[in-house]
């Protein structure tokens, strides 16, 4: 599988993104899809997944309402929708891929990575 993000940019504060990432290979459909980021000097970080029966999961510390990830399996694509994005939320951020049918949270629990897309959001 390989993946390709993109959807990144620079936007003030209160403005919207939406991260797109489109994989490659015949497993995407029975994938779990997640989005992760890094902010300079620290951990990567969930952000959110979903199943590939569009169960999801986010990290309600990162998301707080704002956030919200779907999928297509038609068009082997998974959005993150950014709402009211923060200075904070200033990262890279990276779509993953798991050959599994249960939903995660855990970087290692992800088979495949993207190579990220950089959000910078000014105050």
């Known amino acids: 599988v390989q993946l390709q993000a993109s959807g990144g940019g620079l936007v003030q504060a209160g403005g919207s993104l939406r991260l797109s990432c489109v994989a490659s290979g015949r497993t995407f459909s029975r994938s779990i899809m997640g989005w992760f980021r890094q902010a300079p000097g620290k951990e990567r970080e969930f952000v959110a997944a979903v199943s590939w029966i569009a169960v999801s999961q986010n990290n309600a510390d990162v998301v707080k309402g704002r956030f919200t990830i779907s999928r297509d399996n038609a068009k082997n694509t998974v959005y993150l929708q950014m709402n009211n994005l923060k200075p904070e939320d200033t990262a890279i951020y990276y779509c993953?891929?798991?050959?599994?049918?249960?939903?995660?949270?855990?970087?290692?629990?992800?088979?495949?990575w993207g190579q990220g897309t950089q959000v910078t959001v000014s105050s």
């Open positions: 993953a891929a798991g050959i599994r049918a249960t939903i995660a949270s855990r970087a290692e629990d992800y088979d495949y």
